[in-house]
């Protein structure tokens, strides 16, 4: 397909995500909310199973995936000791999620991703591929879709990174303002997908070398897990608000590992 993908828009302008990401919701609005039926059947979760798909993913992934030849690189016990953190975070955030809250709403894209978002003109609205039907509507493609601009703020040069994370900021501003009562439910449930999808995008792209499309990733995941350390430490200690606050700031201050000093790895809480 010709035409750039929304990761390309965003690096020639990253003054527009906020606008990206609204006229995004709003192509999707049908399918989030007003599903037809036979959407919503094949969307439908699998007998059993309570938790959103990422975070089921997520759950079943573990510092042990990560093959052997990442222990000859120096940053390898870091790497194992923090994705065994995260690990133990995800399976304390995740029993908190309000089943209801994905049930009863509609049907979600599903890895709604940078890459998958492509525009064929300048003025041309979104066409998305690859879809991945699933319950949850708005807040599961909310979720996976901040995890994935995570994933690439972190690979971008400072100023870029600066304003996608003003941007990100700035349309979850609206979001929770929509929220009212239920905000702090709303991004409790979006933070904790979010930390899922980078959770088990970061080791796939560590399980999977021949993937250039995450190559980068690979080569660097410290950075986007530093960012996660941030999210769930707050989100299990303060709350979500904090946690939001928390993990922008550190999206704005995160450099590539090799020109930082080791991130600090906690024991879990």
């Known amino acids: 397909m010709g035409g750039t993908s929304l990761a390309g828009r965003l690096r020639a302008d990253p003054a527009t995500l906020t606008e990206l990401l609204a006229a995004l919701m709003d192509d999707l609005a049908e399918l989030h909310h007003d599903p037809a039926d036979q959407l919503r059947q094949v969307a439908s979760p699998q007998a059993g199973r309570a938790m959103p798909l990422v975070v089921a993913t997520a759950l079943n992934r573990s510092a042990t995936d990560i093959p052997a030849r ?86 971008c040069p400072p100023a870029l990174r600066s304003d996608l994370t003003e941007g990100i900021e ?7 303002a929509a929220c009212r009562s239920t905000w702090r439910e709303w991004l409790y449930a979006v933070l904790t997908l979010w930390t899922a999808t980078v959770h088990t995008a970061v080791l796939d792209a560590l399980t999977l070398p021949l993937d250039l499309a995450t190559a980068r990733l690979r080569a660097h995941p410290l950075p986007a897990l530093t960012v996660l350390d941030s999210l769930t430490r707050d989100l299990r200690r303060r709350g979500p608000g904090a946690a939001l606050n928390a993990t922008l700031a550190a999206l704005t201050d995160t450099v590539e590992h090799d020109n930082a000093g080791p991130a600090e790895t906690t024991t879990p809480r």
């Open 70 to 155: 990442q222990s000859m690189t120096a940053e390898a016990g870091e790497l194992r000791a923090l994705v065994g953190t995260l690990s133990t975070r995800l399976a304390r955030l995740a029993p908190q999620l309000d089943s209801t809250m994905f049930t009863r709403a509609g049907v979600a894209f599903g890895q709604l991703t940078p890459s998958r978002v492509r525009y064929t003109d300048p003025h041309s609205r979104a066409v998305l591929i690859s879809p991945i039907l699933g319950p949850g509507g708005d807040l599961a493609d909310s979720a996976t879709l901040l995890g994935h601009l995570h994933l690439f703020a972190v690979t």
């Open 170 to 176: 700035a349309w979850l501003s609206g979001r929770l």
